[in-house]
């Protein structure tokens, strides 16, 4: 991420929206070495679907991780969240490139998904760092939750689609207890299921649009 000091708000949301929509992976595709399908015309539609909304949720990750750390107090914390948000784009990455596999394309309502997570991100970064990083473990709790839903019903010959979902699994999960180690306070029963309520919206949308 760039110094909030040199750049104006505006100018970084918009540096940071370019980013979590076009950015590239540092680490290998998971699937380099996996053999395609081969997949009929509806498994591969399915499999489209799950990727385009993987990769919908992981432009939200990277809003909500970029919004959290430009308002971050502690340091640490913010290099962090920031190490983290690179995985995100990592993530991204590799679902674009599952996508562009499967000959589909990635929601149309990315630039919206980003600016409402942003804003999120920027919410609960300004209630203080313990309860921003119990609002993070809990994201990647549920997006855990949600990727191993789609290991159980991805094609079985998908085993690129796989291999993807399998690795940001487990980047999630130790995203999630990062959170813990760095004093997450545990989220109101009430605010969890806010949150499972709103990403069933944005998954339901992004697997069609
Ligand atoms: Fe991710
Ligand atoms: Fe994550």
Request: with cysteine; hydrophobic share 40%; charged share 25%.
């Amino acid at each position: 991420m760039m110094n909030p000091r040199k750049y104006s708000f505006i100018d970084q949301f918009c540096m940071s929206l370019d980013q979590a929509l076009g950015g590239s992976a540092h680490r290998p595709y998971p699937a380099l070495h996996e053999k395609e399908g081969p997949l009929t015309p509806e498994q591969n539609q399915h499999s489209a679907a799950l990727m385009r909304v993987n990769h919908a949720g992981e432009v939200c990750a990277q809003a909500l991780y970029q919004g959290q750390a430009l308002v971050s107090r502690d340091k640490k914390i913010r290099e962090k969240l920031c190490a983290a948000a690179i995985e995100e784009g990592d993530h991204l990455a590799w679902c674009h490139q599952r996508l562009k596999e499967l000959g589909s394309h990635t929601s149309y309502l990315n630039p919206l998904w980003y600016s409402g997570s942003f804003v999120i991100g920027l919410t609960a970064g300004l209630w203080g760092d313990k309860w921003s990083l119990g609002f993070l473990a809990e994201t990647e709790q549920q997006v855990v939750n949600h990727l191993e839903s789609h290991l159980e019903t991805l094609p079985a010959k998908d085993h690129k689609s796989f291999k993807v979902i399998q690795q940001m699994q487990e980047d999630e999960a130790k995203h999630r207890d990062d959170a813990i180690k760095l004093g997450a306070t545990e989220l109101p029963a009430f605010i969890k299921k806010i949150m499972s309520i709103a990403s069933k919206i944005m998954v339901k949308t992004a697997a069609k649009i």
